[in-house]
């Protein structure tokens, strides 16, 4: 648990914490850390999007899509 204090994977050290304390409700800084993390993603989604849109043809999705 604690190892994951420094890193953006929240919702890994929220089912972390759970395990190590089931009876005890999520700490409330983990629960504001993830909204956070989260804005920022949407918000870096946003800004790179157009890049993306430039870049990625549609037979490019295509084969990503193909490739997972």
Known sequence: YDLLQNTTM????LDIYKK???EQ????ELIEKREEI???FT???Q????????VVTEDAA???EHQR
């Open 10 to 13: 929240v919702d890994f050290q």
């Open 20 to 22: 190590l304390h089931p």
């Open 25 to 28: 409700i999520e700490p409330e």
């Open 38 to 40: 989260v804005s920022r």
């Open 43 to 45: 918000e870096l989604s």
């Open 47 to 54: 800004i790179v999007q157009p890049l993306l849109d430039a």
């Open 62 to 64: 295509r084969l990503i």
